[in-house]
């Protein structure tokens, strides 16, 4: 166990919908991180927050949006959804606002239909 | 910007022996790091061992040991004593030093048979 808790573990939706994805970071991480993992894409970076703020961008779409709250715990919202999005969802968290080690979540099996 | 290849979509080896996975990665920076993460039917993504550029010694955990080449940008991971529950999605992964981003290379799919 990461220490990282992501809510839910599988979620399935349709096409033209909103999900909230959400990750709770291991006590102590001031820094969650968003990644994608789909089999077209493999593994990306999306976002990350630091301390309430966001910190560095990767490959987020438009129609995707993240906060980290001042509990530390961080959402990831999709609208719009598309098949495409279809995808595990992870989330990581670290200490500091760089990482040598990041700790990952188990994920979220997104499913759009 | 940062690549990272894996040239292996699958391995596979026997229990108790040893396999080396592959990674090669394309950079200009001189202050980096690499990752191995491990990612098995539970789907969590495990970091197994970690390598700072900067350091010429190469890094060992246990059974995982890496081969890192800095001239030629290679990264190799090699397992010994192979156990059945190393069977596993293997992820080579580059970071720049004090950046936020891991990159992914594309995985290797590894089965240890008994």
């Known amino acids: 166990d990461s220490g990282v808790t992501q809510t839910p573990k599988h979620l399935i939706t349709a096409t033209g919908q909103r999900v909230t994805l959400r990750c709770s970071p291991r006590s102590g991480d001031l820094s969650v991180y968003w990644y994608q993992q789909s089999l077209d894409q493999g593994l990306q970076f999306l976002i990350q927050?630091?301390?309430?703020?966001?910190?560095a961008k990767g490959n987020i779409l438009e129609r995707f949006s993240a906060q980290q709250f001042p509990d530390l715990h961080s959402e990831l919202n999709l609208s719009s959804l598309e098949l495409g999005d279809s995808a595990l969802y992870f989330c990581a968290s670290s200490v500091g606002q760089f990482y040598t080690e990041a700790f990952f979540g188990q994920g979220t099996r997104l499913t759009v239909v | 910007a940062q690549t990272v290849t894996q040239s292996q979509p699958e391995m596979s080896v026997q229990e108790a022996e040893t396999v080396t996975l592959s990674c090669t990665y394309d950079?200009?920076?001189?202050?980096?790091?690499l990752f191995w993460y491990k990612q098995p039917p539970s789907r969590q993504m495990i970091l197994v061992i970690r390598q700072e550029a900067y350091k010429q010694q190469n890094a060992t955990e246990n059974r995982f040991s890496v081969n890192f080449q800095k001239a030629a940008k290679s990264f190799s991971l090699k397992i010994s004593d192979s156990q059945l529950g190393d069977t596993a999605m293997y992820f080579c992964?580059?970071?720049?030093?004090?950046?936020?981003?891991?990159?992914f290379g594309t995985g290797t799919r590894l089965q240890v048979f008994p």
């Open positions: 927050y630091y301390n309430g703020e966001e910190r």
């Open positions: 992964a580059f970071m720049k030093g004090n950046t936020d981003k891991l990159i």
């Open positions: 950079t200009s920076e001189n202050n980096y790091y």
